[in-house]
């Protein structure tokens, strides 16, 4: 009984941690381009190009903190140090830039607006790094890890309601700076609870440390790794358009105010709270990788109708099909993840999930290539410069940054998966 107890206290104590990190990125993803573009006057064109560098700072950084993180010893574990110093960071950044200097405008704003994202972005990598390489470490078994995954998928959904759905009225009551504080302090904190909870396995001291360039040699040879890490690049393009295309679509599209648009947000995750747990019992009665593709081809047929939506209602119908979609895709994306490190770890006996976590997690941040590419063809196409210039046709603006492209990113998600095979117990999903 005591045992039990002790199972469920730990998974509740990793799995809050999601709520942890979720509150502050969605704040910073959801709401940059609202905030800056929208709202400050930076340019589709300018936030363009903060996506493209950021992307490719990105691309040196993961590597580099997965590295680093593997290779840590002290006595407080591999994980916890990297969660307790980089989380005050994540929180000064996620305050800075949304507590703009009055009198920027113009190149200063750009260039503010771009070193703050940068420098929150690379915080963020590092912590949901290290917490998502203590995810095969601390549930080693498929059932083990679909209830703690299961758990931490509800606490992200509840953190995207306060941090995504009611994020409007917050900021319509107390403004973007303060939001920013309540937000950084409430997830800070909650991290800091599950980095100080989750007991990590410890390192035996003749456990050899993993090398980079041997490292890098391995992934870039693993075809598993190369088909999960740009299938997620390719969802994560498409998930991440919706949420930063919501605002405008309900100001422009719709024509709603913080209220319905709040609702509209909620539609989304309220759903995907309560199918994650029909997903999850999916993953138990059918092959994993089946069900994978399943979620991403759900997701995909959502932005159908979603395109035709001209009101509030059938707009809210059509987000909770994206709900439904979206809660698949995260209930089965991790548990493809972790079983690329168990065979990493497998086959060359060596611990490096740190490396593996940060790989896929720059292969996730891949995206910002893709949502560059639809940021710069709003002005292309439709004429939207920024909020004080959003053209002729800002209405189809917003449906094409909402539908379109997202129905072109998972649907070559959905192609990517299909090059992915994984041998269980002698059997190919």
Same mark, same amino acid.
């Given at each position: 009984?005591?045992?039990?107890? @002790?199972?469920?206290?730990?998974?509740?104590?990793?799995?809050?941690?999601?709520?942890? &990190?979720?509150?502050?990125?969605?704040? !910073?993803?959801?709401? $940059?381009?609202?905030? +800056?573009?929208?709202?400050l006057g930076v340019t589709t064109a300018q936030w363009a190009s903060i996506m493209l560098i950021y992307t490719f700072i990105d691309a040196i950084d993961n590597l580099v903190y997965g590295y680093l993180s593997d290779r840590t010893r002290t006595k407080w574990g591999r994980r916890r140090p990297w969660l307790v110093i980089g989380t005050p960071l994540l929180v000064l950044g996620l305050i800075l830039f949304y507590s703009t200097p009055a009198g920027l405008e113009g190149n200063q704003l750009?260039?503010?607006?771009?070193?703050?994202?940068?420098?929150?972005?690379?915080?963020?990598?590092?912590?949901?790094?290290?917490?998502?390489?203590?995810?095969?470490?601390?549930?080693?078994?498929?059932?083990?890890?679909?209830?703690?995954?299961? !758990?931490?998928? $509800?606490?992200?959904?509840?953190?995207?309601?306060?941090?995504?759905?009611? &994020?409007?009225?917050?900021?319509?009551?107390?403004?973007?700076?303060? &939001?920013?504080?309540?937000?950084?302090?409430?997830?800070?904190?909650?991290?800091?609870? /599950?980095?100080?909870? @989750? /007991?990590?396995?410890?390192?035996?001291?003749?456990?050899?440390?993993?090398?980079? =360039?041997?490292?890098?040699?391995?992934?870039?040879?693993?075809?598993?790794?190369?088909?999960?890490?740009?299938?997620?690049?390719?969802?994560?393009?498409? /998930?991440?358009?919706?949420?930063?295309?919501?605002?405008? +679509?309900?100001?422009?599209?719709?024509?709603? #105010?913080? #209220?319905?648009?709040?609702?509209?947000?909620?539609?989304?995750?309220?759903?995907?709270?309560?199918?994650?747990?029909?997903?999850?019992?999916?993953?138990?009665?059918?092959?994993?990788?089946?069900? =994978?593709?399943?979620?991403?081809? %759900?997701?995909?047929? @959502? +932005?159908? *109708?979603?395109?035709?939506?001209?009101?509030?209602?059938?707009?809210?119908?059509?987000?909770?099909?994206?709900?439904?979609?979206?809660?698949?895709?995260?209930?089965?994306?991790?548990?493809?993840?972790?079983?690329? /490190?168990?065979?990493?770890? $497998?086959?060359?006996?060596?611990?490096?999930?740190?490396?593996? @976590?940060? %790989?896929?997690?720059?292969?996730?941040?891949?995206?910002?290539?893709?949502?560059?590419?639809?940021?710069? !063809?709003?002005?292309?196409?439709?004429?939207?410069?920024?909020?004080?210039?959003?053209?002729?046709? *800002?209405?189809?603006? %917003?449906?094409?940054?909402?539908?379109?492209? *997202?129905?072109?990113?998972?649907? !070559?998600?959905?192609?990517?998966?299909?090059?992915?095979?994984?041998?269980?117990?002698?059997?190919?999903?």
């Amino acid at each position: 009984m005591k045992s039990e107890r @002790s199972e469920k206290m730990k998974t509740f104590n990793y799995s809050v941690g999601m709520f942890g &990190t979720s509150i502050p990125i969605n704040l !910073l993803k959801t709401f $940059a381009f609202a905030y +800056y573009v929208d709202t400050l006057g930076v340019t589709t064109a300018q936030w363009a190009s903060i996506m493209l560098i950021y992307t490719f700072i990105d691309a040196i950084d993961n590597l580099v903190y997965g590295y680093l993180s593997d290779r840590t010893r002290t006595k407080w574990g591999r994980r916890r140090p990297w969660l307790v110093i980089g989380t005050p960071l994540l929180v000064l950044g996620l305050i800075l830039f949304y507590s703009t200097p009055a009198g920027l405008e113009g190149n200063q704003l750009y260039i503010y607006a771009m070193l703050l994202y940068i420098f929150t972005g690379t915080l963020d990598s590092v912590i949901n790094a290290n917490y998502g390489a203590l995810f095969p470490e601390l549930f080693t078994t498929d059932t083990s890890r679909a209830k703690a995954n299961a !758990l931490r998928q $509800a606490f992200q959904l509840v953190a995207m309601i306060i941090s995504i759905a009611l &994020t409007p009225m917050v900021v319509e009551a107390l403004g973007w700076s303060t &939001t920013a504080i309540v937000y950084g302090v409430l997830g800070g904190a909650v991290i800091l609870y /599950m980095a100080l909870t @989750s /007991m990590e396995k410890p390192v035996a001291e003749d456990e050899k440390k993993p090398q980079l =360039w041997d490292s890098v040699k391995t992934l870039l040879t693993n075809k598993k790794f190369w088909v999960a890490g740009v299938t997620n690049a390719f969802y994560s393009a498409g /998930m991440s358009l919706v949420l930063a295309g919501l605002p405008i +679509y309900a100001k422009y599209t719709l024509g709603i #105010g913080s #209220g319905q648009q709040s609702l509209l947000f909620g539609g989304v995750l309220l759903v995907a709270i309560g199918a994650v747990a029909l997903w999850a019992s999916w993953v138990k009665k059918y092959a994993l990788v089946k069900v =994978w593709r399943w979620a991403l081809a %759900a997701l995909a047929i @959502s +932005y159908i *109708p979603m395109y035709f939506a001209n009101s509030f209602v059938m707009a809210m119908v059509c987000a909770m099909l994206v709900g439904f979609g979206f809660a698949g895709v995260i209930t089965t994306m991790d548990l493809i993840q972790a079983r690329i /490190m168990d065979e990493d770890q $497998a086959k060359y006996n060596v611990r490096r999930e740190g490396i593996i @976590s940060n %790989a896929l997690g720059f292969m996730n941040r891949l995206n910002g290539l893709f949502t560059s590419v639809a940021y710069a !063809l709003l002005g292309v196409m439709f004429g939207y410069v920024s909020g004080d210039v959003p053209g002729p046709q *800002p209405d189809m603006a %917003a449906r094409f940054l909402l539908t379109v492209f *997202p129905f072109l990113m998972v649907v !070559l998600s959905l192609g990517v998966s299909f090059l992915s095979d994984f041998e269980v117990e002698g059997k190919r999903e």
